[in-house]
């Protein structure tokens, strides 16, 4: 079963370009657009959990 990443763009603090928080199999991630691409936000996102990988579907949350 695939997990839902709702994405939001966010104007984030500096030195911060990306967070999330998990909600069982529902992750909400915020991304700042001025210094990262979604696409590499959504990578990042992977990198600290591996087991999305192929397994996620992306939903366009409203901020």
């Not at 994405?7 to 991304?31: H, N, P, Q, S, T």
């Not at 979604?38 to 901020?63: D, I, K, T």
């Given at each position: 079963m695939?997990?839902?990443?709702?994405?939001?763009?966010?104007?984030?603090?500096?030195?911060?370009v990306?967070?999330?928080?998990?909600?069982?199999?529902r992750?909400?991630?915020?991304?700042?657009?001025?210094?990262?691409?979604?696409?590499?936000?959504?990578?990042?996102?992977?990198?600290?959990?591996?087991?999305?990988?192929?397994?996620?579907?992306v939903?366009?949350?409203?901020?």
């Amino acid at each position: 079963m695939a997990t839902e990443v709702h994405v939001v763009e966010a104007d984030l603090d500096d030195g911060i370009v990306m967070i999330f928080k998990e909600f069982g199999r529902r992750i909400r991630m915020a991304f700042d657009p001025r210094r990262l691409t979604e696409s590499a936000a959504l990578h990042l996102l992977c990198q600290y959990l591996p087991w999305l990988a192929g397994s996620m579907n992306v939903v366009h949350a409203q901020a």
